[in-house]
Nanobody, 125 residues
Framework: QVPPVESGGGLAQAGGSLRLSCRAS????????VGWFRQAPGKDHEFVAA????????YYADSVKGRFTISRNSAKNTAYLQMNSLKPEDTAIYYC??????????????????WGQGTQVTVSS
């Protein structure tokens, strides 16, 4: 299937905000849910946030809890990551991923089977 497509990355100052979007083109998102991961230079993929597509459950990394909010608009087949109070350490490529199976926990990548190409987020101090 066609992978989701991220948008909305860019440059922000510390303390600023960005909103990332993730759209499933021409189809509905996985009924399991959607997540966001990020990868900083020289580091492994890091879980950021995820949610069941029903919206009943959300999951956040401790490093972003209280600053980032994941949401979705079912009618638009789009998921969002609102990022507030950005820090330089949030600089990374952000990936949207669909949870397509029940392997692993919501915090681990193995349950997410369809990944976007990523969008760069750079936070300056």
């Amino acid at each position: 299937q066609v992978p989701p497509v991220e948008s909305g990355g860019g440059l922000a100052q510390a303390g600023g905000s960005l909103r990332l979007s993730c759209r499933a083109s021409g189809r509905a998102f996985s009924s399991y849910g959607v997540g966001w991961f990020r990868q900083a230079p020289g580091k492994d993929h890091e879980f950021v946030a995820a949610m069941t597509w029903s919206g009943l459950s959300t999951y956040y990394a401790d490093s972003v809890k209280g600053r980032f909010t994941i949401s979705r608009n079912s009618a638009k087949n789009t998921a969002y990551l609102q990022m507030n109070s950005l820090k330089p350490e949030d600089t990374a490529i952000y990936y949207c991923a669909e949870r397509t199976n029940v392997r692993g926990t919501w915090y681990e990548p193995q349950g997410f089977g369809s990944w976007g190409q990523g969008t760069q987020v750079t936070v300056s101090s």
